[in-house]
């Protein structure tokens, strides 16, 4: 039986700052939010409508620092990664849910110093929480993803 598939692929802008944090054990993890966007033209009226989506993103490690580091609210970046949702118990003892991304590759978009996006964030940029070639985890390797497709930010399709 095939297995399902959980990917995410997102290109948009921080609606926020990173927000970088650690837990008990030392281990970085960033949170923040991007903005899709996608637009039509409405079929009765013909006016242009735009809906923007924003979605939480939560990215760990190195990955975590690069964003604290360089990504700043308006940079506009590529991301794959997962959907996962999980719950807790609010302080009323209700049951709360939230669904996140979790990010394992981004690339950064913006020209060098666009957006706030630090001064090595050029359009190849590109970072990843998966082990370089050569290193293993565990008994396999994991192989790295292919990088985003090139082009002008204007061949976007939003």
């Known amino acids: 039986m095939a297995r399902g598939v959980n ?6 802008n921080l609606g926020s700052d990173p927000e970088v944090r650690y837990t008990p054990d030392g281990v ?7 903005a899709t966007s996608e637009s039509w033209n409405d079929r009765n009226t013909g006016e242009r409508q735009e809906r923007t989506e924003w979605h939480r993103l939560v990215l760990w ?8 580091q360089y990504l700043k609210k308006g940079a506009r970046i590529y ?16 049951k709360r849910y939230t669904t ?5 590759d981004m690339q950064m978009l913006d020209s060098r110093g666009e957006a706030g996006g630090g001064g090595s964030g ?12 050569g290193q293993n985890i565990g008994p396999a ?4 993803a292919p ?8 061949d976007l399709p939003f």
């Open 100 to 104: 996140e991304i979790v990010v394992n």
């Open 122 to 133: 050029g359009r190849d940029a590109g970072y990843s929480d998966r082990p370089a070639s």
């Open 61 to 68: 490690r190195k990955l975590a620092e690069i964003a604290g």
């Open 147 to 154: 990088p985003p497709p090139g082009g002008d930010d204007d």
């Open 28 to 34: 970085p993890v960033a949170n923040f939010n991007l």
């Open 7 to 12: 990917k995410v692929i997102l290109i948009g």
């Open 141 to 144: 390797s994991q192989p790295s």
């Open 79 to 94: 991301v794959e990664g997962k959907l996962q949702t999980r719950s807790w118990d609010d302080q009323s003892g209700q």
